[in-house]
């Protein structure tokens, strides 16, 4: 079968037309986990799910009762259903290939498998014994690629979610509300209903979205690596010490601040060598995110391409000593961010 996208998805589940195999995987953790479910709610009666209804987790995978399970007539039902979760099909050998290639390769028409790589990161482009698997399920499986929607999608979704619970919201400020929360759907939508119990009715401006969305540990970086940029000490420190207190990791910090740094090099040695943001965003997969190489060629501009350097390996010492050095994770922050705000000369 070929791949499906997820209007066919949705089309195949209303309609309970559904195929004797998926395979659901991508990077958007949310849409994964709500189709994996929703194919096993529809597929079987729920008066009978304790019968026709059986769950199977990859990496403890017991292939005969699999096998026992697939082949399994129907209790009073047009079919049963399989969920089979994360399995880890690069690392099986050879032999439990098989075994699973055998059970999917001849599935019933009374029984639906739902293959779900809920936490295995399914790589086909990198991965040759992915590729391979894929190639080989291929003709047996309708394959789910369920990834990050781009911006505007979200974007559409805000505002359609916020009619659906009584309020309006405009593009605009849905699009504020994501520069906060990440593109996440699963943190995008509890922020949502959030804000939507808060505000009741009518219309959800930027000061509601101030007052109640909780910003990600990324937003609140970005305005760490802004005063660091315009050299604003008191303010850099202040906001370190607000995502302390917050219990935000180290680590987790530095990684976001990292990824600052990371932008503005790519966007600058781009720039240098006559490549423009589009090929960038292709090249790094930034769709989505296109305001993170506006902002990095904004602040790239105050600095060499040399002080970039610099800045990323002040970060990669700060890194090392972080998770090996045992000493004190503020001290380490502080000092590194300091660094960075000596590293600021006219770009050349």
């Excluded at 045992?326 to 600021?344: F, H, N, Q, S």
Aim: net charge neutral; with cysteine; glycine share 4%.
């Amino acid at each position: 079968m070929p791949e499906i996208t997820e209007r066919d998805l949705k089309k195949q589940i209303k309609d309970k037309d559904f195929a004797c195999l998926y395979m659901i995987y991508g990077d958007e953790a949310y849409l994964k986990d709500y189709y994996a479910c929703r194919i096993c709610d529809m597929a079987v009666d729920s008066a009978l799910r304790d019968f026709n209804f059986h769950r199977f987790e990859g990496k403890s995978l017991d292939f005969d009762a699999l096998s026992d399970a697939v082949e399994a007539f129907p209790m009073m039902s047009a079919r049963t259903c399989v969920l089979l979760k994360d399995v880890p099909v690069d690392a099986l050998a050879q032999n439990e290939r098989d075994k699973l290639m055998q059970i999917l390769s001849d599935i019933p028409p009374t029984c639906t498998v739902v293959l779900w790589m809920d936490t295995v990161c399914v790589d086909a482009k990198k991965n040759a014994k992915w590729r391979s698997f894929i190639k080989d399920i291929s003709p047996y499986a309708a394959l789910v690629a369920l990834d990050k929607r781009g911006k505007s999608e979200l974007i559409k979704m805000i505002v359609g979610g916020a009619q659906k619970r009584g309020c309006t919201v405009s593009a605009e400020n849905a699009a504020y509300l994501l520069t906060l929360t990440g593109d996440d759907l699963t943190n995008l939508l509890q922020e949502l209903q959030k804000l939507c119990a808060y505000k009741k009715e009518g219309e959800i401006t930027r000061q509601d979205i101030d007052a109640v969305a909780v910003r990600t540990v990324d937003a609140v970086v970005f305005d760490l690596s802004k005063a660091i940029f315009s050299g604003d000490a008191a303010k850099a420190f202040s906001i370190l010490s607000v995502l302390l207190r917050q219990k935000a990791e180290p680590v987790m910090i530095l990684g976001a601040l990292i990824a600052c740094y990371v932008d503005m090099y790519r966007i600058k040695t781009a720039t240098l060598s006559g490549f423009r943001t589009e090929d960038v965003t292709a090249a790094f997969n930034y769709r989505g995110k296109e305001f993170r190489l506006r902002n990095a060629a904004r602040d790239g501009a105050k600095l060499s391409l040399q002080d970039i350097r610099r800045c990323l390996e002040i970060l990669a010492d700060c890194d090392r000593n972080l998770k090996g050095s045992g000493l004190d994770a503020r001290l380490l922050l502080e000092r590194c961010i300091t660094e960075l705000m000596l590293v600021r000369q006219p770009a050349y």
